[in-house]
């Protein structure tokens, strides 16, 4: 179970990052659009805006790698005897908390079972 949850979590981080990354690259292609000298003083509604989602998505990306960073930490996931398993990992059967916690942001994606909701 503890297997499926980080093969489940790592597929859900790599969606992520995708959707992040072709945010990010729409929002910079359109503000180097508006950056054009033929538009210089039009009105273009949400120009403003586009500084501001280049910023979350670069945080998103941080979270993210920070969560691929994590679930490498538990590279025995399933193994709860294993040297490198966490304190919390060696606690009780099944997915630890910190990859519970790690995937409950993406509960409402398809694949997401129930009993990995932390404890």
Avoid: F
């Avoid at 998505?57 to 691929?68: G, N, V």
């Amino acid at each position: 179970m503890s297997d499926d949850l980080a093969t489940w979590l790592t597929a859900q981080i790599d969606a992520a990052e995708a959707r992040t990354r072709d945010l990010l690259a729409k929002t910079q292609r359109n503000d180097l659009a508006v950056k054009e000298p033929r538009l210089l003083g039009r009105y273009i509604p949400g120009w403003h805006d586009w500084p501001d989602v280049e910023r979350v998505c670069t945080e998103r990306l941080a979270e993210l790698d920070a969560a691929r960073r994590i679930l490498d930490l538990h590279p025995n996931a399933g193994l709860r005897s294993a040297p490198e398993s966490c304190g919390s990992c060696a606690s009780y059967p099944g997915p630890c908390d910190t990859l519970r916690l790690l995937a409950l942001p993406h509960a409402g994606q398809p694949g997401y079972r129930d009993e990995w909701r932390p404890q």
